[in-house]
C-alpha cells in the first residue's frame, strides 16, 4: 500500500491566531540559554522574517488578529506565552521572569476588550501555550522550567479538560513547545530526550503513534511548529523532521526565524491560537468592534 494513502485524510482546519509584531526585539537579557546580550541582533530582519510568518498564515486562509507591542518588552513577540485559549475560556499568562512581568496583562487586557468575558487571571505561574498545548483529548503541560506544576491542576479546572502534566529536563527546551507540537487532534511529534523517564513513559503511552523527533531537529527549533491539520510551518533547518512530515501526509513549509532564534524562540513561540470564538452571550456590551483580520 502506498504508505500516503492512509494519511490521504489530512485536512487543514482554518485557525485564528494572535501575534505580536517585534517593533521593540531585542535582546537585553537571559532568560534561557539561547539568549546571548552580547550577540548583535538585527531588529528590521526580524520584523521582516516575522512579517512572512504572518504572511504566510493569511495565505493558508488563517485569520491573524495582533495586540499592539509595548516599548520595554523585548520578549512579547513570543505571543504563545500571552495565555492559553480554549472553548473561548482564557487563562492569563503569569512570568516567572520579572523581565516579562507586564506581558501578562496586557495580553489579558487584549483579551477583555475583545470580546472574551472569561478571563482569568491566573494563581500560579504558568506561561500560556508556550507550556501548555491542546489536542483533541487532553491538554498537555509543561513544567520544570517556567510553568508551575501548581497551574496544572489551576488549567484543569478552569478548563474543564484533562491535563497531562510533563517534566521538561533539558534547559535548552525550557518551554514544552520547544519539545512537543500537536500535529492534528490527537497526534504529536516530540523529543524524547528533553523529558524525564516517567514523562516519556506517559507521551509512549497516551501517544503510541507520535512522530519520534531527532535531537538534531529539536536543536533547530524544529519542534516550535505550527500545524494546522496539514500545513506544518516550521524552521526550514529542520530538514530531516520536514521529509518525515512529508512521509506522513503533512505539507511542511520552512521558515526563517533566524532573529528570533537568538532569544530562544522560533514560528510557534510567535503564534497564539484562539481556540473558540467569544460566544455571542459573552461578548461584552462595551467590547469594542473587532477586525476580522488586522495584518
Ligand atoms: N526569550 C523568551 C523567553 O525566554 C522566549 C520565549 C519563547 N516562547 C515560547 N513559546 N517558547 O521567555
Redesign the pocket.
Known amino acids: 500500500m502506498n504508505p500516503l494513502s492512509e494519511h490521504a485524510f489530512r485536512t487543514a482546519v482554518p485557525r485564528r491566531y494572535l501575534m505580536c509584531r517585534p517593533s521593540h526585539f531585542e535582546v537585553t537579557y537571559s532568560?534561557?540559554p539561547w539568549?546571548d546580550p552580547e550577540k548583535a541582533v538585527d531588529r528590521d530582519l526580524a520584523v521582516l522574517q516575522w512579517e512572512r510568518l504572518r504572511d504566510l498564515y493569511v495565505e493558508l486562509g488563517h485569520t491573524v488578529e495582533s495586540i499592539d507591542p509595548i516599548p520595554g518588552l523585548p520578549?512579547m513577540v513570543?505571543a504563545?506565552?500571552g495565555a492559553t485559549v480554549v472553548d473561548g475560556r482564557v487563562l492569563g499568562a503569569r512570568f516567572r521572569?520579572e523581565q516579562?512581568a507586564a506581558e501578562g496583562p496586557a495580553y489579558a487586557q487584549w483579551f477583555r476588550q475583545n470580546g472574551f468575558a472569561d478571563v482569568r487571571d491566573p494563581e500560579f505561574i504558568n506561561?500560556g501555550?508556550?507550556d501548555y498545548l491542546v489536542t483533541e483529548s487532553w491538554v498537555l503541560a509543561g513544567c520544570g522550567f517556567r510553568t508551575d506544576p501548581a497551574s496544572h491542576q489551576e488549567a484543569q479546572d478552569f478548563f474543564g479538560r484533562p491535563v497531562i502534566g510533563l517534566h521538561l529536563t533539558d534547559p535548552r527546551f525550557?518551554?514544552l513547545?520547544?519539545a512537543l507540537a500537536v500535529l492534528s487532534r490527537d497526534e504529536i511529534m516530540y523529543c524524547p530526550e528533553s523529558f524525564s523517564e516517567g514523562s516519556r513513559a506517559v507521551l509512549r503511552r497516551l501517544f503510541p503513534d507520535a512522530l519520534p523527533v531527532s535531537r538534531e531537529d529539536a536543536d533547530v527549533f524544529g519542534l516550535?511548529a505550527v500545524s494546522d491539520g496539514y500545513n506544518v510551518v516550521l524552521p526550514e533547518a529542520a530538514v530531516r523532521l520536514g521529509r518525515q512530515l512529508a512521509a506522513r501526509g503533512y505539507n511542511p513549509i520552512g521558515i526563517d526565524l533566524s532573529e528570533l532564534l537568538k532569544?530562544?524562540?522560533s514560528a510557534?513561540?510567535c503564534t497564539l491560537e484562539i481556540r473558540g470564538a467569544a460566544s455571542a452571550a459573552s461578548v461584552r456590551a462595551d467590547a469594542p468592534a473587532r477586525t476580522a483580520c488586522v495584518v
Open positions: 532568560i534561557n539568549m520578549d513570543f504563545a506565552n521572569n516579562r506561561e501555550e508556550g525550557y518551554h513547545d520547544t516550535n532569544a530562544g524562540g510557534k513561540c
